[in-house]
């Protein structure tokens, strides 16, 4: 049986501990492809057995969070907002915290605290005691464990005192509900800067929200662009958002499409030409055949694409997420060995050991470290989407800010791949316009960009029509084909050509027809991207299936030198090039071709251009929706800097915590200063994370 892919929406999910405890609850249930994504509230599987889904639905829920149906419709309840529980809880807590500075002399009577704390309590039961016995029944303690003990001991400590009228050294009924309150305003603030994070991705979504003009029956319907169906017939006017991919039937039009490449210049659409879902028509207007819907379109490919690299873990996270797992219990067992040694060692007495304890579970944050990698993550690989970068995995970013080779294919990636036929050489007796016609046909089935070159170079010129009867291409030594009268051709590079003037050569079954010289121009970014990498400690290496005179030629010209140029390689021979360098170091192989991808997939990353083929763009690692070789840096840049923030994250999150439990532990520190500092320790990660997007490189 085929498996399905099951998508669900499930909200109260607010850092990684949270997706982890949902994902151990799937592997347990045997599913497998799981994706988990806390900041968008999305929880993704494969199942072979759709039956078991109301029980799977059951266990998240029994987990604490819920699962609805449109997160986009989704409104939730008054007393289910952060921000509600947060203010009903400060309403209370500010006049048991005041009490002593108020004039107010009933505030100071047990039974009054008792009362005002009553509701907060109630709260935090609510809010933290239900998501605690949910992460102790997933196996994997969460942080609202150590809240939920800290303000329960502190609360029942108080209600002893008060019930056994022990006196105003059992009245602790401020320290527990300002911790439940000061732990509530963190999280309202998490809540906000995490979905900061996710600002790319939404803004991507936004893009998808549009109405569309079908034309029906001579007359216009407006609908939702979801409910446009392949081959439609869409009228799009100035101003409008273009709402799924397809082609101009009739007009002509300026787009805007600098939210897929980050190129803000305009450009020209004529009859014919493909236009995609989500980019803005600037001027004119265009009646268009709809040919891809839904989550075919290029934008929903690559917001899912996008969804999936941020939950693709870099290694380095590994350690904090084995750290995160085994944290709340190893905070309980020094709690209460605090609580130990300040009472029966120390003989501090039983308020003060009481709250040393307390103090060492409220201060320390388990969530920071998980939201250190993820966080950075999100916000690094939505500053590249902005940039026109396209990152298929959060991981990738590790692998890239260690590189030491950076490996380029030479037509189409160093080159614009916009050829021009130089000089056609026909054998003796050949017809020049039959050479024309078979180039034109052999290359007409082709994606590679010489052929889509040559096609366009000859279709205006004299020649003889062919008709094919089948063609295919072989990686890295050009077409076969044979036609209707079964003929066979060949059309590719020969490597026994003595005169590298000429770069192909046409044999007509077997025998040599004409020989062909072609060219093409560099890009005029190469040579400063080439100087750049160079500057930054990579070294560039050329790699391509070219003749090795024209090859040198293009290295002399950027700045590669000769003993890093490989030439005239085939597929096979490439990933042998690039198995050696990865053996030697961190290796990123940038091509556009079919003959591309095996070395795309071999490299530590490949980098595919947008305009490559459908083969080599799946093959990547990272897509360039922009030719702008300039991206490659710009890249590297986001890679790097997004690499040196978790870091500084994940320092940060062990260092306050390495610091923090010993100080409370000591005495040093009071239970509600805990509380404040520990409910800020989430948002100084994620407002590192969160510079990212406006860094400057």
């Not at 107010?104 to 016995?133: D, E, N, Y």
């Not at 502190?154 to 105003?168: E, K, P, R, V």
């Not at 017939?233 to 600098?258: F, M, Q, Y």
């Not at 003037?501 to 890009?523: G, P, R, T």
Request: net charge neutral; hydrophobic share 45%.
């Amino acid at each position: 049986m085929a498996e399905q892919l099951i998508e669900l929406n499930v909200t109260g999910m607010h850092c990684n501990n949270c997706a982890l405890s949902v994902h151990k609850l799937l592997e347990k249930r045997g599913l497998h492809n799981i994706l988990v994504d806390f900041a968008s509230e999305e929880v993704k599987f494969s199942t072979a057995d759709s039956s078991q889904l109301p029980e799977i639905k059951k266990g998240i829920e029994s987990l604490g969070f819920k699962i609805i149906d449109d997160i986009s419709l989704h409104q939730p309840a008054f007393y289910e907002k952060i921000e509600n529980k947060f203010f009903f809880c400060a309403l209370f807590t500010a006049p048991l915290l005041l009490h002593m500075v108020l004039p107010w002399h009933f505030l100071h009577l047990p039974t009054v605290q008792l009362l005002l704390c009553l509701p907060v309590f109630i709260v935090g039961c609510l809010h933290f005691g239900k998501s605690a016995f949910s992460s102790i029944k997933a196996g994997l303690p969460n942080m609202d464990v150590l809240i939920f003990i800290g303000s329960t001991s502190a609360f029942a400590y108080s209600l002893t005192g008060t019930l056994q009228h022990l006196g105003a050294n059992y009245q602790f009924y401020e320290t527990c509900a300002t911790i439940i309150t000061l732990v509530l305003l963190g999280n309202v603030f998490e809540k906000r800067s995490v979905h900061q994070t996710t600002s790319a991705v939404k803004d991507l979504i936004k893009f998808q929200q549009v109405n569309a003009n079908r034309v029906v029956n001579g007359g216009i319907e407006v609908i939702s662009a979801k409910d446009v169906r392949p081959g439609d017939t869409l009228l799009v006017n100035r101003g409008d958002k273009i709402p799924v991919d397809g082609e101009i039937l009739s007009g002509s039009a300026s787009v805007d499409e600098a939210m897929l490449t980050g190129e803000s210049l305009p450009v020209e659409k004529e009859k014919y030409d493909k236009v995609i879902g989500g980019t803005i028509l600037l001027n004119g207007n265009i009646h268009m055949l709809a040919t891809k819907v839904g989550s075919n379109t290029i934008l929903s490919q690559i917001i899912d694409l996008m969804k999936k690299a941020q939950a693709a873990k870099p290694p380095i996270q590994k350690l904090g997420d084995k750290i995160a797992s085994i944290f709340v219990p190893a905070v309980l067992a020094i709690a209460l060995l605090t609580f130990i040694l300040t009472y029966y060692v120390g003989h501090a007495g039983l308020q003060h050991a009481l709250m040393n304890a307390i103090a060492v579970m409220v201060i320390s944050c388990p969530c920071a470290m998980g939201l250190a990698t993820p966080t950075a993550v999100m916000v690094g690989l939505g500053r590249a989407a902005k940039n026109g970068i396209l990152i298929k995995g959060g991981d990738t970013i590790e692998a890239v800010a260690y590189t030491k080779y950076v490996v380029f294919d030479k037509t189409g990636t160093l080159t614009t791949g916009k050829f021009h036929i130089n000089e056609i050489k026909p054998e003796t007796g050949a017809d020049i316009e039959q050479i024309r016609g078979i180039i034109f046909a052999i290359e007409e089935r082709s994606n590679h960009p010489i052929a889509r070159s040559l096609v366009n170079g000859l279709k205006n010129l004299p020649r003889q029509k062919i008709i094919l009867k089948v063609a295919r291409e072989e990686r890295g030594l050009g077409m076969r084909a044979e036609d209707v009268d079964g003929n066979n051709y060949f059309l590719g590079t020969a490597k026994h050509n003595k005169d590298d003037h000429f770069n192909l050569s046409l044999y007509k079954n077997q025998q040599l027809l004409a020989q062909i010289a072609i060219d093409d121009e560099i890009k005029p970014e190469t040579i400063a991207l080439i100087a750049q990498l160079k500057k930054m400690g990579i070294r560039p290496i050329l790699l391509s299936g070219d003749k090795k005179d024209r090859c040198l030629k293009v290295a002399e010209a950027i700045g590669i030198k000769d003993k890093d140029v490989h030439a005239e390689k085939l597929p096979d021979e490439k990933l042998k090039a690039i198995d050696i360098y990865k053996q030697k170091g961190k290796t990123i192989m940038i091509g556009d071709g079919i003959n591309d991808a095996p070395a795309l997939v071999k490299a530590d990353v490949g980098i595919s251009m947008n305009d490559a083929s459908h083969v080599a763009i799946q093959s990547a690692s990272v897509v360039l929706l922009n030719t702008d070789l300039q991206s490659v840096i710009k890249f590297l840049q986001i890679s790097q800097h997004t690499l040196l923030t978790i870091k500084q994250n994940l320092f940060w999150a062990f260092a306050y915590n390495l610091i923090a439990i010993p100080v409370a532990a000591l005495g040093f520190l009071n239970p509600m200063v805990g509380a404040f500092t520990m409910a800020f320790s989430d948002v100084v990660v994620i407002g590192n994370s969160l510079r990212l997007k406006i860094k400057k490189f």
